[in-house]
């Protein structure tokens, strides 16, 4: 069975960096279908990044700003954001699939139970 554990969550500053992780446990594909999503509150659920052996993706709001990478060797998939904004203030999940793509979608199998970011100004 798949689990996800977040972490790296916290508060920060506008214009300043965060860097989340996601560790995998029984998670096979070394390069499958996996990203970030967010939920802030009163808002629904959106996909921010995802990668998968096709390569990276992301939101419009967070492209330049943010950077979805993974390492293998620790079963890891992480989340570098950087110039923080106000409107990032979300709790933020991984999620996964058991796929080598993401033929065109967000993953949405196996999920973290989340971390929060919160961001002021």
């Known amino acids: 069975q798949v689990q996800l554990v977040e972490s790296g969550g916290g508060s920060v500053q506008a214009g300043g960096s965060l860097r989340l992780s996601c560790a995998a446990s029984?998670?096979?594909?070394?390069?499958?279908?996996m990203g970030w999503f967010r939920q802030a509150p009163g808002k629904e659920r959106e996909g921010v990044a995802r990668?998968?052996?096709?390569?990276?993706k992301y939101a419009d709001s967070v492209k330049g700003r943010f950077t979805i990478s993974r390492d293998n060797a620790k079963n890891t998939l992480y989340l570098q954001m950087n110039s923080l904004k106000p409107e990032d203030t979300a709790m933020y999940y991984c999620?996964?699939?058991?796929?080598?793509?993401?033929?065109?979608?967000?993953?949405?199998?196996?999920w973290g139970q989340g971390t929060q970011v919160t961001v002021s100004s």
């Open positions: 029984g998670y096979t594909y070394s390069n499958g279908c």
């Open positions: 999620a996964a699939n058991e796929a080598d793509f993401c033929f065109g979608t967000y993953p949405s199998a196996y």
């Open positions: 990668i998968s052996r096709a390569g990276s």
